[in-house]
């Protein structure tokens, strides 16, 4: 563990030193790189992922942005490694956040809210920027298989000041929420064995519930906040108006409604901007397990 984690620690203190024209070319460098190192096997998978949510039945232009998604890792691992020059004082110098009054509301009330997490954009700076603006954000992991990295990477998010906790019971994140915590829950990832079927990118897709179960359990909103760079140094956040569910629907109709719009608008987000999503991710996986039927209908 020692090894790794130290080894990451220099590469910060190095990148540290970059001036930001440097850093930027570092990162593109450096997300080229990753690039050449992922197997053939997982660009197809990024391809089809791609021609499956209807994004484009041109070859070429589905080459060009799975590998425009994938380089893109170097630009957020670059920015991870210097969250250490990150403070309150400079955040807005380099992170803008578009409908910044929803998130003042829901901070002024104190309450808290869901945040359904998803892999757009540079999203370990957008978490990092939230908290800078004074957000309490609550980052709920998973537990990273390298204990030097799973070290790193706990640490490094929570410089800019994020609460970074593993999977945990619900009464520990149903306290936090009461604390008046931002609960980070991720919307985008293949569930396994559980989760609900839902529209997403025009396919019927299995889809995490969690924000929409905390959503039921305290009536809290869903809110959903997008990454998009704007320059080679400046980023914007987008944050959607909150979700609410009728209140007068059963349980069941309750989770569908929230896991509904919540994949018609990161679906929506991402037919707008398909090189900020995370195709590389087997998303169908165990849809396709589950019901083959609606693999050979895509």
Not at 172 to 201: A, H, N, W
Request: charge should be positive.
């Amino acid at each position: 563990m020692n090894g790794s984690y130290q080894l990451l620690k220099f590469l910060s203190r190095v990148c540290c030193r970059l001036s930001d024209r440097s850093a930027v070319k570092m990162g593109h460098i450096l997300g080229e790189f990753f690039w050449m190192l992922i197997p053939n096997r997982r660009k197809k998978l990024a391809l089809r992922n791609i021609f499956r949510g209807n994004i484009t039945k041109d070859a070429k232009t589905a080459e060009e942005i799975s590998k425009a998604a994938a380089v893109r890792f170097g630009t957020i691992g670059m920015s991870v490694f210097r969250f250490p020059l990150l403070n309150k004082k400079n955040i807005s110098d380099y992170v803008v956040i578009q409908g910044k009054e929803k998130l003042d509301e829901i901070l002024a009330s104190g309450e808290g809210c869901i945040i359904a997490g998803n892999h757009c954009g540079n999203w370990e700076l957008e978490g990092a920027a939230l908290a800078l603006y004074g957000y309490p954000i609550l980052a709920v992991g998973m537990k990273q298989s390298n204990e030097g990295f799973d070290k790193f990477i706990r640490e490094y998010r929570s410089i800019p000041g994020q609460t970074v906790e593993y999977k945990t019971g619900v009464r520990d994140m149903l306290r936090r929420l009461k604390e008046g915590y931002f609960v980070g829950l991720l919307c985008d990832q293949d569930p396994g064995d559980t989760g609900l079927i839902s529209p997403f990118l025009g396919r019927k897709t299995l889809t995490p519930t969690g924000p929409a179960h905390f959503a039921l359990m305290t009536g809290r909103p869903v809110l959903m906040a997008f990454m998009h760079q704007l320059t080679d140094y400046t980023y914007e956040i987008i944050v959607e108006d909150p979700i609410y569910a009728d209140k007068n629907l059963g349980k069941k109709e309750f989770v569908r409604q929230i896991t509904d719009d919540i994949n018609k608008r990161l679906g929506d987000w991402i037919k707008k901007h398909p090189e900020d999503w995370f195709w590389l991710h087997n998303r169908w996986k165990w849809t396709d397990r589950f019901y083959p039927e609606l693999k050979e209908e895509s």
